[in-house]
């Protein structure tokens, strides 16, 4: 079973950054596809970004240009940098893991919150 650990939460004002990371251990094996989900109050998880194997990228649209997946390479650690936050990205951010961009979900993190207020 693969264990996800996310970091990086915190509160900041609009137009400010923050960087999430995501460790994720149990597994000798290189994960193919990771990536983040978030999940804002009385709203529905959507997807925010994965990566693949070879750097490819999935990104939702509103995040596009503001938001950048990477991961380490030959570790199964991924991180998330957000740069011109704004309040609609608040919410709670899960690390998630699968074997391709089109299978389901396998493994979630616990999550962690990120607020964007002034």
């Known amino acids: 079973q693969v264990r996800l650990v996310e970091s990086g939460g915190g509160s900041v004002q609009p137009g400010g950054s923050l960087r999430l990371s995501c460790v994720a251990s149990g597994s000798t094996l290189r994960i193919p596809v990771m990536g983040w989900y978030r999940q804002a109050p009385g709203k529905e998880r959507e997807l925010v970004a994965l990566?693949?194997?070879?750097?490819?990228?999935k990104q939702l649209d509103s995040v596009r240009g503001r938001f950048t997946i990477s991961r380490d390479n030959g570790k199964n650690t991924i991180h998330l940098q957000m740069n011109s936050l704004k309040p609609e990205d608040t919410g709670v951010y899960y690390c998630?893991?699968?074997?391709?961009?089109?299978?389901?979900?396998?493994?979630w993190g616990q999550g962690t919150q990120v607020t964007v207020s002034s």
């Open positions: 990566i693949g194997p070879y750097g490819n990228t």
């Open positions: 998630t893991e699968r074997t391709t961009f089109n299978d389901p979900q396998g493994s």
